[in-house]
């Protein structure tokens, strides 16, 4: 809103002229996601735990956290949520189709993690959704995506899957584009929220993947940039930025207070719209398969929660102690603080990685 009402001034005073510079309003979309968090904070906890919104703790988890973590309020995700809309709105220009699509799927797939929170809390169980109602109410938030993107998109590289370090190797998906990238965001959305176990440990490693797709949208759609580094450029995709820098500021704010101990937690409503939302900007920057790398941790605790399924329903057998994997090594001893900035150091690394993938082609 500030954007397109500055660049409309510009003839009047020269200096609004800074508003053009995508870097800038990058910065001013992390600041004032972080800002409203920050502020909202304090009162939006207060008004949850008067009115006992506390999630209920897996009964078959470590002792530890049904002791410790009882309680707490949830639902944070609203706050993350108001953090990427308020910093959006503000610094992205609303004439670009790829923010409306990205703020619908933050919306909707959050809006669906709220329902799922809310039947938690109202039955006080861990259940809410059946898993089976929420994947197919996530592939068709995620249908709408793909079809706005082919309508509105007008990017002649959607169809195409590109491989990090392979600069001449592309696969054209044709129609198989559609339930490709329907696997990205929902697979993406779940892989967050099976994350979500620890105090802090998505938290960090969504504002690291992020932060490296803030990056790489910019570079793609920059001509310069993206011709130096052999990546094929994307008009208004750099747009994107001020999204994901919108989800940077949003998780900085947020983990002041979701910090060990948190005082909440983001529940379903804030780990399915941030895993849905980094899963759609992946689709429109043509970095998919960076997103895997660069996201890592998430592809690690939900490979780990496939491989336990299929062994006990295959042979009866565990292979891990308790799934997903962050709890594996709780039950091997290691203090939950540990686990968390152990998996953060992990997720700093493949971000590394990731943004290498830029220039080793």
């Known amino acids: 809103m500030l954007y397109n009402l500055f660049i409309s001034l510009i003839d009047q005073f020269s200096a609004l002229n800074v508003f053009r510079y995508l870097t800038f309003r990058t910065g001013l979309s992390v600041m004032s996601s972080m800002i409203i968090v920050f502020l909202v904070g304090g009162p939006f906890i207060k008004f949850i735990e008067s009115h006992k919104f506390t999630g209920p703790i897996r009964d078959d988890g470590p002792k530890d956290h049904i002791i410790k973590k009882v309680g707490t309020p949830t639902m944070g995700g609203i706050l993350i949520l108001i953090g990427i809309l308020f910093g959006t709105l503000l610094w992205a220009d609303l004439n670009n189709s790829y923010i409306w699509v990205l703020l619908m ?29 929420k994947i197919i109410f996530q592939i068709i938030l995620s249908l709408i995506a793909v079809l706005l993107l082919i309508k509105y998109g007008n990017n002649e590289h959607i169809r195409n899957l590109y491989f990090p370090f392979l600069k001449n190797l592309t696969i054209n998906l044709g129609l198989f584009f559609i339930p490709f990238t329907i696997f990205i965001i929902v697979g993406s959305s779940n892989a967050v929220n099976l994350t979500d176990g620890l105090d802090g440990l998505a938290t960090v490693p969504v504002m690291l993947v992020a932060l490296s797709f803030t990056l790489i949208c910019y570079v793609v759609g920059n001509t310069v940039f993206s011709e130096y580094l052999q990546i094929p450029y994307i008009a208004n995709v750099g747009e994107a930025s001020i999204f ?65 399924v299929v062994s006990f329903k295959l042979t009866g057998k565990r292979v891990f102690m308790m799934a997903p994997l962050h709890h594996h090594f709780e039950k091997k001893g290691w203090p939950e603080s540990t686990v968390v900035i152990r998996f953060w150091i992990i997720s700093i690394i493949l971000a590394l990685i990731g943004l290498a993938t830029l220039k080793l082609r």
């Not at 919306?107 to 809410?128: C, E, M, P, Q, R």
């Not at 970095?287 to 605790?301: C, D, N």
Request: hydrophobic letters at 45%; glycine letters at 16%.
């Open 105 to 133: 799927v933050a919306t909707s797939f959050g809006l669906l993690g709220a329902l799922d929170d809310y039947l938690k809390i109202k039955h006080n169980n861990s259940k809410g959704i059946s898993s089976g109602a």
């Open 244 to 308: 994901c820098g919108s989800i940077v500021g949003s998780c900085l704010g947020f983990l002041w207070y979701n910090a060990p101990p948190a005082k909440i937690f983001m529940g379903d409503t804030g780990s399915l719209s941030l895993g849905g939302s980094l899963g759609a900007v992946s689709v429109i920057a043509k970095h998919e398969i960076v997103l895997g790398i660069v996201g890592g941790i998430f592809v690690l605790e939900t490979v780990s929660v496939i491989i336990q």
